[in-house]
């Protein structure tokens, strides 16, 4: 039995012995392309687990069988299948992988191409996965916050409202300091038509809403001003570049891919005034209801009973149970936090693209239903996008992307208020003031004989907001269509020639109106006016390029871009409506 044994751990002993013949060391260096070493690059044998990583100076050591293969890898590099024959030093250059390359190029003007590290001026680059599935659908406030140097405001917290975007501050003091908006390579118009000012409850949206954030793929913000000097007066405000996935193409050889994305978000208001407890609307301490501040009375329990404030005699006839009645002197709560409700953002997004060895092409739908915390106030917008690019084998390369676009907004009108009232009729200016001695939920709000607006104040002289809710609106109702087509030929690998035309219009139409009854406007508004807005943009550019050395790189770019922009807007404002509840211009 040991003369067994004593064979078996000589044959073992043998074997290993033959293995570790077999077995050679085999040393080696990475680098990058530029002969730079690329410390933690891994070296590994292919289908086993053996293997080692990159010193700081990327030579590597490691003891492999004959004819293995190694896969030499590092982050940010494309990979390299290595076969160990009797070279036992191995010298292996990585080259950046396709997705780090993109990362470090950047669109710059004209959508050219250029390496972020070769720009002599900021740049700002925000990528898709920043910018799909938000609460928000309008691509300038989905910004914020995530490019440096950028200033972005709402004109309003409502769904649909104005939003306003400057970089390098503001340039002007009677213009406009919104930046150009370039859409695949395409001017597009994001100027707001505003009628009126907001003094007068105007909710104009900007017009880049009618861009949907799912169907970007990147946005490249151009702040230093050579930068933008190429667009000429038009890019004083600095330029957003965007890159839409119709008109970015998709990687090469990729099978056809759908995608269907859904998000929902609830939404409240913000913030509201803090309200004192203790005291009621009035002046000196007074107990009363038909003040409009909160100096009154200290509330008391039980509480004071006062006059009812619908029981003067001007609404003896539309409310016959309040004379002679009287009111509780007293805090209501939530009388302000009721008047808004829980808002919803649903967004629904799918996009299929796909390519080939020459071909790619991408196609999208997406629809937003966003219903605002503020009673009336809602956003729909519906969006179809479908884009490719196919090389031909003349050396032409074709591309092109056509959107459509429809966006409807509806709101309360919000005008400004200076403390005691709103300037126009506002659902925000004429609540927020309401004093917490004032039931805003539980008094009437309507007269029932005339359907005018009623009030707790005695010369009925502050617009019941929940009568504005019901009865004056805003309306922005636009039908949009861009793209573009674009040809290039390529003479060689480093020249060509490239011919663009692009193509934006929209019509909008707008709606502010109110019935006759209320204390602005008493006899009654409607006013319509319809713009349409038609950009036709032609670009021919040359562009060569050369490695003069291994550091020194030319790069000539040349060209001619003609721009024509038609703007017609009509409009038309009947006052004195005969009949209540008829928003028509022939009933007034």
Do not use: C
Request: glycine content about 10%; cysteine-free.
């Amino acid at each position: 039995m040991r003369k067994i044994k004593l064979l078996l751990l000589s044959g073992l002993l043998m074997a290993t012995q033959l293995l570790l013949a077999q077995t050679r060391e085999v040393t080696g260096k990475v680098t990058d392309a530029n002969g730079n070493p690329l410390t933690g690059a891994s070296v590994r044998v292919k289908n086993a687990k053996t293997g080692t990583i990159a010193a700081t100076d990327g030579s590597f050591k490691i003891n492999v069988a004959p004819n293995t293969i190694l896969i030499i890898s590092g982050v940010g590099f494309e990979a390299r299948e290595i076969a160990v024959g009797n070279d036992q030093n191995l010298n292996v250059s990585l080259q950046l992988s396709s997705s780090q390359s993109l990362n470090e190029v950047v669109i710059t003007a004209l959508g050219v191409k250029k390496e972020k590290k070769a720009l002599g001026y900021s740049v700002s680059v925000v990528t898709k996965k920043d910018l799909e599935l938000r609460p928000e659908g309008d691509i300038g406030r989905v910004l914020t916050g995530k490019a440096a140097g950028v200033n972005i405001l709402n004109t309003s917290g409502i769904s649909g409202s104005g939003t306003n975007i400057t970089i390098r501050a503001v340039s002007t003091i009677t213009g406009s300091s919104t930046p150009l908006f370039i859409v695949d390579g395409v001017p597009f118009d994001g100027g707001t038509n505003a009628n009126t000012g907001f003094t007068f409850g105007n909710q104009t949206s900007s017009r880049f809403l009618d861009l949907d954030p799912n169907n970007i793929e990147n946005v490249s913000i151009l702040k230093g001003l050579s930068a933008t000097t190429i667009y000429g007066e038009l890019g004083r405000n600095g330029v957003i570049l965007i890159t839409t996935k119709n008109g970015g193409g998709v990687k090469a050889n990729k099978k056809t891919e759908i995608s269907v994305s859904q998000s929902y978000f609830m939404n409240s208001v913000a913030n509201l005034p803090d309200y004192n407890t203790k005291y009621g609307g009035g002046f000196d301490l007074s107990n009363g209801v038909t003040f409009f501040s909160n100096w009154g009375g200290a509330f008391s329990d039980p509480p004071v009973m006062v006059p009812h404030p619908y029981g003067r005699s001007a609404l003896n006839a539309a409310f016959p149970e309040f004379i002679g009645a009287t009111y509780a002197y007293k805090q209501y709560k939530n009388n302000v936090e009721d008047f808004f409700r829980t808002g919803t953002v649903s967004n629904t997004s799918i996009n299929i693209g796909g390519s080939g060895a020459n071909a790619s092409y991408n196609g999208n739908f997406s629809y937003l239903s966003d219903e605002g915390f503020l009673p009336g106030n809602n956003l729909k917008k519906m969006t179809f996008g479908l884009g490719g690019t196919t090389k031909l084998a003349n050396n032409f390369t074709l591309t092109g992307a056509a959107n459509y676009v429809t966006t409807k907004v509806k709101s309360p009108p919000t005008s400004t208020s200076f403390g005691s009232s709103a300037s126009n009729a506002s659902a925000f200016g004429d609540v927020l003031y309401t004093p917490t001695s004032v039931d805003l939920q539980g008094l009437p709000w309507e007269n029932p004989l005339d359907h005018s607006h009623v009030y707790y104040r005695a010369n009925n002289g502050i617009q019941n907001p929940r009568w504005t809710l019901v009865n004056s609106f805003t309306t922005d109702d636009v039908s949009r269509v861009f793209g573009n087509l674009q040809m290039k030929y390529d003479f060689t690998k480093k020249f060509n020639l490239t011919y663009r035309v692009g193509f934006d219009n929209y019509t909008e139409n707008q709606i502010y109106a109110q019935n006759k009854g209320g204390s602005y406007t008493p006899d009654g508004i409607y006013r319509t006016s319809s713009a349409n807005n038609t950009i036709w943009d032609q670009t021919l550019v040359t562009n060569f390029a050369k490695d003069l050395s291994q550091d020194i790189k030319l790069n000539v770019e040349a060209g001619v871009n003609v721009r024509n922009d038609i703007f017609r807007q009509t409009g038309i404002t009947s006052s004195k409506q005969l009949v209540y509840g008829l928003l028509n211009h022939a009933n007034f």
